[in-house]
C-alpha cells in the first residue's frame, strides 16, 4: 500500500552543496507542520550521505550531465507528489518552524505562488520581492546600487509581480498551466522573473507572506564568476526583449 500523498513537495538543487543542504534538512526536521517529502537534484556527484537518515522521505535525482535551474526544478516537479510545490535554495535556513501561513494563503482565489520574507545572514530584509523589470529599474540596481525592497508590508500577504526562486511554493495546476519554468530560454537567472509574469498574464497572483521568514546565505555567485555573470546578463537582455 503506497504511503499518503504528503502536502509539501521541496526541490533542492546541490552543485555539490551537500553540508549546506544537511543543515536546511535538519532545519525541515524540525518543522510542526505540514505533512512533506524532499527531492535533492544532484547537478554534480557528490557524496550522498548528508541526505541519508532524516526522518521523512529524501528521494536523489542524479543528473547525467549539469542541467540550469529551471531544467532541474521542472524534473524534479514531474517526480513531486505533494499537493503544493515548493523551490528552495540550498543556501536557506528557516527561521521558522511552521510554514502553515504560506500554504493558507491558497486559500485564497487565484493565487499561484506565494513567498516568505528573506532575511540575508545580517538579519536584513532582501529584496527577493519586486516590481518587474524595466531598463530603467535594473539600472539603478546596477549601476546606482539601489536594492531596497519595492514594497513595504505590515503583518498580512500582499500581491507582489514577481518573488525570487530561492525560496517560493507554487499551486501545481498554476505551475503546470505555464509549463513550469522556461528552460528553454533562461539556464540560469530570471527564470523566477519569467514565470511569475506568465502567471500573472494567465490570471493568477503572486503573494508575500510576512508571517513566514527564512534566512539566505547568499552565494552572489554571479558577482565572482564570469560565467554566472554572462548568464545572468544575457538572461535580462532575454527577458527585457521578449526573445
Request: net charge positive.
Amino acid at each position: 500500500m503506497n504511503p499518503p500523498a504528503p502536502l509539501l513537495s521541496l526541490s533542492i538543487v546541490s552543485h555539490g552543496q551537500g553540508a549546506l543542504i544537511a543543515s536546511l534538512l535538519a532545519d525541515l526536521a524540525g518543522l510542526q507542520e505540514p505533512s512533506f517529502e524532499v527531492v535533492v537534484t544532484l547537478n554534480l556527484p557528490e557524496d550522498e550521505a548528508p541526505y541519508q537518515g532524516h526522518p521523512f522521505p529524501v528521494r536523489i535525482l542524479r543528473n547525467a550531465a549539469p542541467k540550469g535551474f529551471g531544467a532541474n526544478h521542472n524534473a524534479a516537479f514531474a517526480q513531486c507528489r505533494g499537493s503544493f510545490f515548493a523551490v528552495v535554495n540550498p543556501d536557506i535556513r528557516l527561521q521558522a518552524r511552521d510554514l502553515q501561513p504560506l500554504l493558507q494563503c491558497f486559500d485564497q482565489a487565484r493565487v499561484a505562488a506565494v513567498a516568505p520574507v528573506v532575511l540575508s545572514g545580517q538579519g536584513r530584509v532582501e529584496d527577493s520581492v519586486r516590481r518587474f523589470p524595466t531598463v530603467a529599474r535594473l539600472a539603478r540596481r546596477v549601476l546606482l546600487r539601489r536594492r531596497e525592497p519595492d514594497y513595504r508590508w505590515g503583518e498580512q500577504p500582499i500581491v507582489v509581480d514577481w518573488t525570487a526562486g530561492m525560496f517560493v511554493l507554487f499551486r501545481p495546476d498554476a505551475f503546470k498551466e505555464v509549463g513550469g519554468f522556461d528552460d528553454r530560454r533562461f539556464f540560469m537567472y530570471f527564470e523566477d522573473v519569467d514565470i511569475c509574469a506568465r502567471l500573472w498574464r494567465k490570471g493568477w497572483r503572486v503573494l508575500l507572506q510576512p508571517q513566514v521568514r527564512v534566512v539566505h546565505d547568499a552565494q552572489r555567485a554571479s558577482h565572482r564568476s564570469m560565467r554566472h555573470l554572462r548568464w545572468h546578463l544575457t538572461s535580462a537582455l532575454r527577458y527585457l526583449s521578449g526573445i
